[in-house]
C-alpha cells in the first residue's frame, strides 16, 4: 500500500481506492474547465523532429502502396517483440514509447481472427506468411473465423453467398473494441490482478458450464495482467504499481492499449474516454510543479503521435468497405455528467491542439460530445479547429 499511497497522494478518496471503480476517483477529482485556449503552448522542438520523422515514414508507406513493413514469421502478442521506437539509436526523444512490433509502421501478423485473413492481407503487399504458421493454424489451432464457419447454418451461408447479409467480414466479427486502459494507471497491475484472482475465488464450486467459462476466462484474463506487465519491462517500466505522475499515466494507459493492439485486430481499436482521467493528474503535477504546461504538452503529443502510427493489416475486403486504412482509434471528448457538471477539462484542449502542433490526421478519431450545456469557450474552440483541420468528430450528447 505504501507505493499506492504515494501515487495517491493529494487525491479525494471514496469507494476507489479498495474497488476497481475509475468514475468514482473521476468524479472525487477532475476539474471542469470553462475557460478559453490561451493556456495552451506550442510543439516543442523535439516533437516537431520526431514528427518529421513519423511524416517520413508514413510517405514511404505510401510509396510501397499502404505498407512500409509486414511481420511474416512472427505471431503478435502482448510480448512478442523487443522495444521499439521510431528512432532506435534515439529512444530517449520519446516522451511516451513503445510501438506493436520492433520498428515503426511494421504492421503484426494477427492469426488468431483467422489465418486466411492474415494471409490475404500479406499477399496484397507481395508478403508470403511463414508456411509453418499457416500449417499451425490451418490444421492444429483453431481460429475465430474458423469458428464462425463452424456454427453458420445453410441457410445463413446461402445468404452471405449470396450477398443479402453484408458488413464486415467474418475475421471482423469482433467489431468495436473498448478497453478501460485507465485502470492499469491508477491502480497498477497488481491491484487488477488481485482483483481478478478475487473474482475467481468467488466463482461457484458447482461446475456448470457458464462456471466453468468464468473460471477459464478470468485465468486468461490474469495471465494477460501479468503479461501486460512483462511489457512493461521490456519498455523499462514497472507498471504493477500506479501511476505516480502525468507522464507515467498517459504512458500506462497507453500500454495497455498498445497490449490490446498487439493481441486483437478488432474492426475498431478505440481509446474510450481518457482526457478527464489525464487532467487529474496534470492539474495535481501543475499545483506541485512537477511539470510544466510545455512539459504536459508534449506528453500529449507523443501520445496522440503513438495512436496515430497504429496500424493493422487489413485484407482487400476491408480496404473496400474502408476507405483511408482507418483504425478508428476513438477517443470521447468533453460532455456532461449526470450530476450536470461539465466533462470539459484543460486536457481535452491539449488533446484538440495536438492537431495544430502536429498537423492534422484523421486518427486518433477525436471525437467531441457536443451538449448545448458545454462551456461556450470551448465551443468557439471545438468550431475554429474543426474550421481550420477538418479532423474532429461530433457526437450528439444531449440525447
Known amino acids: 500500500m505504501g507505493t499506492q499511497a504515494g501515487a495517491w497522494d493529494g487525491f479525494a478518496g471514496g469507494i476507489w481506492q479498495n474497488e476497481v471503480d475509475v468514475r468514482d476517483f473521476i468524479q472525487r477529482n477532475y476539474t471542469p474547465y470553462e475557460g478559453d485556449e490561451s493556456f495552451l503552448v506550442g510543439p516543442t522542438q523535439r516533437t516537431t523532429d520526431l514528427w518529421n520523422d513519423v511524416l517520413a515514414l508514413l510517405e514511404e508507406e505510401r510509396k510501397r ?27 530517449e526523444r520519446e516522451t511516451i514509447v513503445g510501438l506493436q512490433t520492433d520498428a515503426p509502421l511494421k504492421r503484426a501478423l494477427h492469426v488468431n481472427g483467422g489465418i486466411r485473413i492474415a494471409v490475404q492481407a500479406c499477399d496484397q503487399h507481395g ?79 458447482v461446475m456448470t458450464e457458464e462456471n466453468i ?42 500500454l495497455a492499449y498498445l497490449a490490446a493492439t498487439k493481441e486483437q485486430n478488432g474492426a475498431a481499436m478505440s481509446m474510450g474516454r481518457t482526457t478527464t482521467f489525464v487532467d487529474i493528474y496534470a492539474e495535481r503535477d501543475l499545483a506541485r510543479g512537477t511539470f510544466t504546461e510545455e512539459q504536459i504538452q508534449e506528453f500529449v503529443d507523443h501520445f496522440i503521435m503513438k495512436l496515430r502510427m497504429i496500424k493493422f493489416a487489413r485484407t482487400p475486403e476491408y480496404q473496400e468497405l474502408f476507405s483511408g486504412d482507418p483504425q478508428w482509434v476513438t477517443e470521447s471528448i468533453g460532455g456532461m ?47 475554429r479547429t474543426s474550421i481550420a483541420t477538418s479532423s474532429i468528430q461530433y457526437e450528439n450528447d444531449d440525447l
Open 127 to 205: 508478403y508470403k506468411v511463414d508456411p509453418q504458421i499457416v500449417d499451425t493454424y490451418t490444421n492444429h489451432r483453431k481460429t475465430h473465423n474458423a469458428g464462425v464457419f463452424d456454427v453458420y447454418t445453410p441457410e445463413m451461408r446461402a445468404c452471405r453467398s449470396a450477398h443479402i447479409i453484408t458488413g464486415l467480414p467474418d475475421g471482423y466479427g469482433r467489431g468495436r473494441i473498448i478497453g478501460d486502459y485507465r485502470r492499469v494507471a491508477l491502480y497498477g497491475v497488481d491491484f487488477l490482478i488481485r482483483d481478478k484472482e478475487r473474482q475467481k475465488a468467488s466463482t461457484p464450486n
Open 337 to 383: 455528467g449526470v450530476d450536470g457538471r461539465t466533462l470539459v477539462t484543460k486536457t481535452a484542449y491539449r488533446y484538440l491542439h495536438t492537431l495544430e502542433n502536429m498537423g492534422t490526421s484523421p486518427e486518433p478519431n477525436l471525437t467531441v460530445l457536443w451538449s448545448t450545456h458545454l462551456p461556450r469557450a470551448f465551443k468557439e474552440f471545438c468550431a
Open 213 to 254: 467459462r468464468d473460471r477459464e476466462e478470468l485465468s486468461e484474463q490474469i495471465r494477460a495482467l501479468k503479461a501486460l506487465i512483462e511489457l512493461g519491462r521490456i519498455y523499462g517500466f514497472d507498471i504493477s504499481r500506479p501511476a505516480a505522475n502525468t507522464q507515467e499515466a498517459i504512458q500506462w494507459i497507453y
Open 65 to 91: 502502396g499502404g505498407a512500409l513493413d509486414m511481420d511474416t514469421d512472427v505471431v503478435t502478442g502482448i510480448t512478442s517483440h523487443g522495444a521499439g521506437y521510431i528512432d532506435a539509436a534515439h529512444p
